[in-house]
């Protein structure tokens, strides 16, 4: 065939004409030539390096032998040792030297609250201020103590949990389980109102200081001081399950037996003493006012 030449540019032409107009035949670029050559020489070496061909069950495997799940598992594995060797210090170091060292708080507490936000704020809220049922752990009622042993003894089992070495306490159900009549429930709620300096009516509080002495001293304490294990102060004002005579009545018929789970194997024991420390650290915020 006849090549023919574009008289303006000097190209060859298609050779097709269209009402006079000739289409010229331009080439390719070498560069996309190239571009395009290369990526299939680079599709062919990733192909044979990396794995990719699926056989059956089964697939090729790649020369360099390495996936990239591979990769991200080696990398998790040197991050969580390097985490756990900065919460080292934490295990190894007495608890009470721990609370008391500003640089320890300043390189953990970040973590600690965000700890706290995912695995107690849904109970003790993100203030740490609880709700109704899920006590306050900023005030001064404890209904254990703010030990820092004896709260980490807390974190590690619980309370009421299902866990062996988990801390019982157990308020009866004195209505419920028959213990009491109704009537000396509602004497003994009358001077619960007492202790705590409520309104009351006198002659119950009278006769239930008697239902008291008998009934409830031996864990909340001949004054209603509350025992430190678990029982509660009656007389601070502070309310796990509400002050008034309805929720007392309530507490004394039904019993209450607030469970507060256990976080062994759950947390490690480096989170555990974080936790234990955010807990020092927030209330003495508190106390430093801000
Ligand atoms: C499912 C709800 C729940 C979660 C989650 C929870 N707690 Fe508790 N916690 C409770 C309850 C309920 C009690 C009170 C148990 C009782 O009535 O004796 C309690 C008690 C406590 C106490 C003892 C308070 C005292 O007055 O002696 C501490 C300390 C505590 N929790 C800290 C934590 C920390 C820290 C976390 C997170 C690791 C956490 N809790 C997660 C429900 C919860
Ligand atoms: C075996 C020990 C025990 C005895 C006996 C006992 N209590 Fe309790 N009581 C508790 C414990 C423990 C709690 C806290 C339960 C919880 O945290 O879930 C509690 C909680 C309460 C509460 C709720 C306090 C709050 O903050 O809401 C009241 C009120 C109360 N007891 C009054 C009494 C009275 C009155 C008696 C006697 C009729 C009595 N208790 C006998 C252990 C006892």
New binding site residues.
């Given amino acids: 065939m006849q090549v023919e030449k574009d008289d303006i540019s000097g190209q060859q032409t298609t050779g097709h004409e269209w009402d006079g107009i000739k289409e010229l035949n331009t080439p390719v670029p070498k560069s996309v030539i190239w571009v395009y050559a290369l990526s299939i020489v680079f599709t062919l070496a990733v192909w044979l390096l990396y794995p990719s061909v699926p056989f059956g069950p089964d697939y090729f495997r790649g020369l360099i032998g390495t996936t990239s799940r591979e990769t991200i598992l080696e990398q998790v594995e040197t991050a969580q040792a390097t985490r756990a060797a900065f919460g080292q210090e934490l295990v190894d170091r007495d608890l009470y030297a721990l609370a008391a060292d500003a640089d320890v708080r300043a390189r953990h507490e970040a973590a600690a609250a965000v700890l706290f936000n995912d695995n107690c704020a849904a109970c003790h809220g993100t203030d740490l201020k609880g709700q109704m049922n899920f006590p306050n752990l900023l005030d001064d009622a404890w ?1 254990f103590s703010d030990d820092p042993e004896q709260i980490e003894l807390i974190l590690r089992y619980g ?2 949990a299902a866990h062996d070495e988990t801390q019982y ?4 159900a ?1 209505g419920h389980d028959g213990i ?1 009549e109704r009537a000396a ?1 509602r004497d ?2 009358e ?2 109102l007492f202790l705590s300096g409520a309104d009351h009516d006198r002659d119950a509080a009278a006769r239930g200081a008697e ?2 002495a008998s ?2 001293a ?3 304490g001949e004054n209603g001081q509350g025992n430190g294990i ?3 102060n ?1 007389t601070d004002g ?6 008034d005579r309805d ?2 009545y309530d ?2 018929n039904k019993g ?3 469970v507060m789970p256990f976080w062994e194997g759950r947390l490690s024991d480096a989170e555990i003493r974080k936790l234990v420390l955010y807990l020092q650290w927030s209330r003495a915020n508190g106390k430093d006012g801000d």
Avoid at 169 to 172: A, K, Q
Avoid at 238 to 243: A, D, I, K, S
């Fill in positions: 209904l309370i009421n306490s157990i308020m009866p004195f009491l429930i003994a709620t001077y619960v239902v008291y009934e409830c031996d864990c909340h678990g029982a509660p009656l502070f309310w796990l399950y509400g002050g929720a007392i507490s004394l209450r037996a607030g």
